[in-house]
């Protein structure tokens, strides 16, 4: 969901859009390709890069990518890391988005990054997008001017919903579970924070819950 939303924002803001889907081995990988080829379809996107980066599956520690370690039911209130954090992941993404974005020219790369996150995820805050930029500049050639936008990171679920709303994002076509493919279980830490976002927005969520119990 939050991709989407930012990917709207991206849309209202620019005149050609390019979309990166990044599998590591995840338990919802073909669930998550399929949306991203959904609203891809939406937005008429035809520059779409499809990568596989199975090493993080391999290197393990999250339960995302182990089947060893279980899938938690959501505490929304924990200040811990959970289990869910997949060591350094969205680091690895953005390197193959500058990759990318320097070979086709594109001056951003939107990220769907949410600092609510962050108490549990750290390459979710602000100051670990605003190191990676200096590391783009550093590292990128001289000439090239690539600049990580992180529209929503500021934003609480409800907003997020609520920007999605206003923009006409296909939330219809988004998958936030962590652990399902066809019917969201509605009980991961993913589940619980959607749920909870389109109930403080006043909405309904589009897609089927297995159970909702928040």
């Not at 690539?146 to 609520?162: D, G, N, Q």
Request: hydrophobic share 35%; net charge negative.
């Amino acid at each position: 969901m939050d991709s989407c939303v930012t990917a709207a924002i991206a849309n209202s803001a620019n005149d050609r859009l390019a979309f990166l889907h990044v599998s590591y081995g995840q338990r919802t990988e073909a669930r998550e390709r399929r949306a991203f080829n959904d609203i891809a379809d939406f937005y008429d996107v035809r520059d779409r890069l499809d990568i596989s980066i199975e090493h993080l599956a391999k290197i393990g520690g999250s339960s995302l990518t182990d089947e060893k370690i279980k899938v938690a039911e959501a505490d929304l209130e924990s200040k811990e890391i959970p289990l869910s954090y997949v060591p350094f992941r969205n680091a690895n993404m953005l390197s193959i988005a500058v990759s990318w974005a320097e070979v086709i020219g594109a001056g951003a790369i939107y990220i769907g990054a949410v600092a609510e996150d962050s108490s549990g995820y750290p390459d979710c805050r602000p100051e670990f997008y605003e190191a990676f930029q200096r590391t783009i500049d550093t590292g990128t050639k001289p000439d090239t001017q690539i600049e990580i936008r992180t529209p929503i990171i500021h934003l609480s679920k409800a907003e997020i919903v609520k920007k999605g709303i206003e923009l006409n994002a296909p939330l219809h076509l988004t998958w936030s579970c962590y652990r399902n493919e066809e019917l969201a279980c509605g009980t991961c830490d993913s589940c619980a924070l959607r749920i909870r976002g389109f109930e403080r927005a006043g909405a309904k969520d589009p897609i089927p819950y297995l159970k909702n119990s928040y």
